[in-house]
């Protein structure tokens, strides 16, 4: 049997943004974006090795033990693109909708478009810096679980997904609201904080900085290492919009 989901529509309060239906493709927007970081002036672009100063502050302590790092960069683009690419019937989330498969291919297909130039714009005092090179980049962009996400904060420091805040009107509507009005309404109080995702998960927000992350690497054999809250990332975005 096909999994059927309900269509994905937008609420009432979400005005003069059209382009969010239009019927472009997932790879238009792609190509689209990919010119935009091709021209991007570099006082756009911010790159960093993390953990920041090699300090690791995750829960997961294997992180520190195996001396991981990833690259990361926040992209200041067009705000109706960066709008298009989270919230558009054609962006990142609406893959992810289709089934989570899918959207971690979409994904790794986003971020291939992506990766050269992501490269050409790091300054090699850089990686210099960091210990690294243009293979470590390559390598930890090419992993599954390298993203293409938006920044949840502006440049202002200020959080764009308000959480808790009022949804039904200004949201996406799809079978993702229907989890937030029951996580609202006390059903999924013995998952809470699993199932509040879907909160934030139907919110429109309008980003300014598009956010890549690689995906972490060993420091001696350079192999991939997913922490266990992210291992069922695309499950999770499948399931509520959000992780």
């Keep these: 049997m096909i999994f059927q989901r309900k269509e994905w529509r937008y609420g009432t309060n979400v005005k003069n943004r059209d382009y969010l239906s239009q019927g472009e493709t997932f790879e238009d927007l792609a190509e689209e974006i990919s010119a935009l970081l091709r021209i991007a002036d570099q006082s756009k672009i911010r790159f960093v090795i993390q953990p920041k100063d090699g300090k690791h502050k995750d829960d997961d302590p294997l992180l520190k033990i195996l ?26 989330r609406a893959q992810y909708y289709v089934s989570p498969y899918h959207g971690k291919k979409m994904n790794q297909y986003f971020l291939s478009k992506l990766l050269d130039d992501l490269i050409q714009k790091v300054p090699k005092n850089e ?93 001696t054999k350079q192999l991939e290492y997913v922490t266990p809250d992210k291992r069922d990332r695309h499950c999770q975005i499948f399931m509520f919009g959000f992780s």
């Design 67 to 92: 001396k991981c790092k990833r690259p990361a960069w926040w992209i200041q683009l067009d705000q109706k693109v960066l709008d298009k690419f989270f919230n558009g019937r054609m962006g990142i």
């Design 127 to 219: 990686l210099k810096k960091h210990g690294v090179d243009a293979a470590f980049l390559r390598t930890s962009l090419s992993q599954s679980s390298a993203k293409a996400w938006i920044s949840e904060t502006n440049l202002k420091g200020e959080k764009i997904i308000r959480a808790g805040g009022h949804f039904d009107d200004e949201s996406i509507q799809n079978d993702w609201l229907d989890i937030a009005r029951d996580v609202k309404n006390g059903i999924y109080n013995d998952e809470y904080q699993l199932y509040y995702a879907a909160v934030n998960g139907v919110q429109t927000p309008v980003p300014d900085q598009l956010e890549i992350k690689g995906a972490w690497l060993t420091g």
